[in-house]
């Protein structure tokens, strides 16, 4: 659920999201957390329409998205203390282990314009990975080529063990959501799978969903209409 509609007072975006709406659409089974909380600095600044919309996600047990690019020491520990819980605006190690030690989730994000994963390589070669999220934030159609899993074959061509990549692109981002049946390949978990040859291309030759094999040998072989 978008938590700044519009992102900043100086925006207009054809639409506002007040407290009342994000409530209606934080109840539904389907949103699993309140959308990036930019407006750290409503947060710092106790806003009561922002401080509204966190309370509201913390009421339904909702994840707490944020964004706080360059936010640090007392600023980001309120900032956390708020109710958020990850971000994906780090752009150098040592934003990303600031964060990581004051316990958030690490997006790790490859986009269209903002491209972060070369810079934040280190964290994932030295570092206990497992709060760290691969996402995109956000890619152009022509760039949807290749997705996340181009994010774990980039990651584990650098030297990323190839176990750490897979997680961060898989269980790490089920947990962090509360998806509790989705992430691993496990008893009672869905069997939502993609099938590699190989650990190195991450083209997959299978993709099962709900334990229906939906491609088979690269092709598509169901109906869609």
Request: charged residues 25%; proline residues 4%; hydrophobic residues 40%.
């Given at each position: 659920?978008?938590?700044?509609?519009?992102?900043?007072?100086?925006?207009?975006?054809?639409?506002?999201?007040?407290?009342?709406?994000?409530?209606?659409?934080?109840?539904?089974?389907?949103?699993?957390?309140?959308?990036?909380?930019?407006?750290?600095?409503?947060?710092?600044?106790?806003?009561?329409?922002?401080?509204?919309?966190?309370?509201?996600?913390?009421?339904?047990?909702?994840?707490?998205?944020?964004?706080?690019?360059?936010?640090?020491?007392?600023?980001?520990?309120?900032?956390?203390?708020?109710?958020?819980?990850?971000?994906?605006?780090?752009?150098?190690?040592?934003?990303?282990?600031?964060?990581?030690?004051?316990?958030?989730?690490?997006?790790?994000?490859?986009?269209?314009?903002?491209?972060?994963?070369?810079?934040?390589?280190?964290?994932?070669?030295?570092?206990?990975?497992?709060?760290?999220?691969?996402?995109?934030?956000?890619?152009?159609?022509?760039?949807?080529?290749?997705?996340?899993?181009?994010?774990?074959?980039?990651?584990?061509?650098?030297?990323?063990?190839?176990?750490?990549?897979?997680?961060?692109?898989?269980?790490?981002?089920?947990?962090?959501?509360?998806?509790?049946?989705?992430?691993?390949?496990?008893?009672?978990?869905?069997?939502?799978l993609l099938i590699f040859p190989d650990l190195k291309n991450f083209k997959p030759l299978y993709v099962i969903k709900n334990g229906k094999v939906i491609v088979e040998n690269s092709k598509l072989n169901i109906d869609f209409f």
């Amino acid at each position: 659920v978008p938590s700044c509609v519009p992102s900043t007072s100086f925006e207009t975006s054809g639409a506002v999201l007040n407290s009342s709406d994000v409530e209606e659409l934080l109840k539904r089974d389907e949103m699993v957390a309140l959308g990036e909380m930019m407006n750290f600095p409503g947060v710092l600044n106790l806003d009561k329409t922002v401080m509204s919309k966190l309370k509201l996600a913390q009421n339904e047990n909702k994840r707490i998205d944020g964004h706080a690019p360059f936010l640090s020491n007392k600023d980001l520990c309120a900032y956390i203390a708020s109710g958020v819980k990850s971000d994906h605006e780090c752009t150098t190690p040592e934003e990303a282990l600031e964060k990581l030690r004051l316990g958030m989730y690490i997006m790790i994000r490859q986009g269209t314009a903002a491209k972060d994963l070369d810079a934040l390589l280190p964290v994932l070669k030295q570092c206990n990975t497992r709060k760290c999220l691969f996402v995109t934030d956000d890619r152009h159609p022509h760039d949807l080529k290749e997705h996340i899993n181009g994010m774990v074959k980039k990651s584990v061509e650098a030297g990323v063990d190839v176990i750490k990549a897979i997680q961060c692109a898989s269980l790490n981002t089920a947990e962090y959501f509360g998806l509790k049946n989705l992430g691993a390949v496990a008893p009672g978990y869905r069997a939502d799978l993609l099938i590699f040859p190989d650990l190195k291309n991450f083209k997959p030759l299978y993709v099962i969903k709900n334990g229906k094999v939906i491609v088979e040998n690269s092709k598509l072989n169901i109906d869609f209409f």
